[in-house]
């Protein structure tokens, strides 16, 4: 109840950055409810992760372009899971930053991200070892690089393949908001991605435990089908 009085708090002329503030101010018990997180992802509707893409992601935009410097992909690809280094490796951020050193930084923490996320052949110390080795990048970085590293968090947490490596994903997630906070410009996405994707794991999680609780199906009568085939 107390969360929802806090979420009371925000009308439709409460600003996103105070909205967001309001929210991140519910505790974190309170945000496990489904009906909590939907009044969030209302609140926050017209933040979505595609929207903060389109406007702040470098990709190309231009049809039939060759440019080097900016992704080829369109906003939905961006912002899908990337499995494929070899093949496929991010060779640019996501977003733009300022300088060239701090874009190579960029594209070595997504190796790292990718790593964590894909713990198959590793031991929890080498799992701690690049969870580190991120986070240190991010305390001496400036806040544009942080929002890099969310967006790119968000990118391998949307259509991941394996739900070890989605929960590993929201792992990291948490160690960096408990680290160093995303910008005033992001952080509105940001919450509303973390509602709307709370509340389709919330689903799926109910999906699971109503089909655990099902009553079995009764079995086929054998001794009545033979009756009716003779």
Request: aromatic fraction near 6%; include cysteine; proline fraction near 7%.
């Amino acid at each position: 109840l107390a969360a929802l009085d806090t979420l009371d708090l925000i009308d439709a002329s409460t600003p996103a950055l105070k909205a967001s503030e309001i929210l991140l101010s519910v505790n974190t018990q309170a945000l496990q409810s489904p009906y909590v997180l939907s009044h969030m992802t209302k609140k926050l509707a017209p933040f979505t992760l595609d929207k903060y893409a389109d406007a702040h992601f470098q990709y190309d935009r231009r049809a039939n372009s060759n440019s080097s410097t900016l992704h080829a992909h369109p906003v939905e690809k961006l912002l899908a899971f990337q499995s494929d280094l070899l093949k496929a490796p991010l060779t640019a951020p996501l977003t733009a930053l300022s300088t060239a050193a701090m874009s190579a930084d960029a594209i070595a923490c997504f190796r790292l991200i990718c790593a964590f996320l894909d713990n198959s052949k590793r031991s929890g110390l080498q799992q701690i070892d690049l969870a580190m080795n991120l986070l240190l990048k991010l305390i001496t970085a400036p806040s544009e690089f942080h929002d890099e590293i969310y967006c790119q968090i968000c990118k391998q947490t949307r259509k991941t393949p394996t739900p070890e490596g989605l929960e590993f994903g929201w792992q990291l997630m948490l160690l960096c908001l408990a680290t160093v906070p995303p910008s005033k410009r992001l952080l509105p996405y940001l919450c509303n991605y973390f509602s709307t994707s709370m509340l389709r794991l919330e689903a799926g999680a109910a999906a699971i435990r109503s089909a655990a609780n099902a009553p079995p199906s009764a079995p086929a009568d054998s001794t009545s089908s033979g009756a009716v085939a003779a």
